[in-house]
Every structure is written in structure tokens, then in C-alpha cells.
């Protein structure tokens, strides 16, 4: 199994420009999350899915949406890039088992994403 | 008061000697509690969960302390390759999918 992968690895983006990024799993997970990983903030959550054709904002939302055609995809797309998106954005998946909320998370490497 | 706090470090520790260090949460019906490690550009990668009566795996032991809402780590004999940022993630909705919140992290160096 791959597990969570993340394409593309770099990205360089000039201001204004759009871009999708795309996260896929083979774990059969439900749910899928995308964080960003600023230096001094910690991962922030920025949507997430319960399952395929569900979406919702987590702490960061603005400036990015996401669609889960396929189960095993969520892409994140920035319409039109700003320099404060430069960051390195994971994609991670898990199970949800009844109301124990273990949920431990799987990440994929990263995309990092640099906008001038 | 800051969700998920941790000391960022460093700890610049030698090595074969003992390490711990804490986490405080803020939401006292947390339910979920992990410790992920993250080295240096590459991604968070579960290290351990933390349950309620302490856990043990090898030379890390995790315990939560639900009346002063603070979970630790702890590392025995610590090696060279524990060298990382330690994240404490807790889940402060008590069970929601967007309800785990991670700490900034705390880095580790551990010193031949």
C-alpha cells in the first residue's frame, strides 16, 4: 500500500495564479483532512471530509476549497494565490470508529508551496 | 489560554539520558490524546496514543493527568534517531472529525 501521496512535491506560484492540489489514499478511509504547517503555528486544519460528496471548513478555510469526488481523493484548490498561502500543506486520512474518536491520522509527505 | 500548549525547546539532551516533557490542553472534556512525532521536512507520524492509566511502549511512556489537563512524555536511554519535534494532538471536541488540535511541537535534539 502507498498510503497517503500528495502531488505535487514543490510548487512555485506567482500572485493571482491558481493551482490544485491533489491527495489520494489506498487505506479506504472515510475521512480525509488538509493542513497547513506554518513555522511558529503548528498544523492548521484547513477543510475536511466525512465521506465522498461531504465537505467542511475547518480553522483556516479561506482562500482554499476542496471537493471529495472519489473516496479515496481530496483535492485542494487555491483559486487565486497570495503569498500569505506560502506554506507546506499535508493531507492526511483516517478511520472513525464509533464514538471511541480514535482517529489516528496518516499524513502524506507534503506539498510545499511557495507564492511571490 | 492557548488550546494545545507545548514548550517549542529545544531540549538538547545527551544521549542514553532521560527526557520528558508536557503538554497542557485547555478543554476538560477532551477524550483523545496523542503524541505524533515529525522530523525534520517529512510528516507527522503517530508515535503513541495516551490513555487515561499511562501507556508504555519500549522506552516511551505516556501519561494523562485529566485534573491538571496535561499529558507528558516521557524517553528512556534516549538514542541519537529520537532527534525529532515531538507534537501533542488532542482532540478538544471530545469526538468531532475536525476536533483534533495539534500542539506547535517541541524539539528534541539529542546529543552523541
Known amino acids: 500500500n502507498a498510503g497517503v501521496t500528495q502531488t505535487p512535491k514543490f510548487r512555485v506560484l506567482k500572485t493571482g495564479q491558481s493551482m490544485t492540489l491533489l491527495c489520494a489514499q489506498d487505506m479506504n478511509h472515510e475521512y480525509m483532512y488538509w493542513y497547513r504547517q506554518d513555522p511558529g503555528m503548528g498544523l492548521r486544519l484547513i477543510h475536511y471530509s466525512v465521506g465522498e460528496g461531504t465537505t467542511a471548513k475547518g480553522e483556516v478555510p479561506d482562500g482554499y476549497n476542496v471537493s471529495r469526488l472519489k473516496k479515496q481523493n481530496f483535492l485542494l484548490g487555491l483559486e487565486s494565490a497570495a503569498p500569505s498561502q506560502t506554506s507546506v500543506y499535508f493531507c492526511?486520512?483516517?478511520?472513525?470508529?464509533?464514538?471511541?474518536?480514535?482517529?489516528?491520522?496518516?499524513f502524506g509527505p507534503g506539498t510545499r508551496l511557495t507564492v511571490l | 489560554r492557548k488550546e494545545v500548549e507545548q514548550d517549542p525547546g529545544p531540549f538538547n539532551v545527551p544521549e542514553g539520558a532521560t527526557v520528558a516533557f508536557n503538554c497542557t490542553y485547555s478543554?476538560?472534556?477532551?477524550?483523545?490524546f496523542f503524541w505524533y512525532r515529525q522530523d525534520c521536512r517529512k510528516e507527522p507520524k503517530l508515535l503513541m496514543s495516551?490513555?487515561?492509566s499511562g501507556n508504555e511502549d519500549g522506552r516511551f511512556t505516556a501519561q494523562l493527568n485529566r485534573a491538571s489537563q496535561y499529558i507528558s512524555l516521557l524517553i528512556r536511554d534516549s538514542k541519537l534517531s529520537d532527534s525529532a519535534t515531538y507534537l501533542c494532538?488532542?482532540?478538544?471536541?471530545?469526538?468531532?472529525?475536525?476536533?483534533?488540535?495539534f500542539g506547535k511541537g517541541t524539539h528534541l535534539i539529542i546529543q552523541p
Open positions: 494532538v488532542v482532540n478538544l471536541s471530545g469526538g468531532g472529525a475536525d476536533g483534533l488540535t
Open positions: 478543554n476538560s472534556a477532551s477524550q483523545s
Open positions: 492526511a486520512s483516517s478511520y472513525f470508529w464509533g464514538q471511541s474518536s480514535y482517529n489516528e491520522q496518516f
Open positions: 495516551v490513555y487515561s
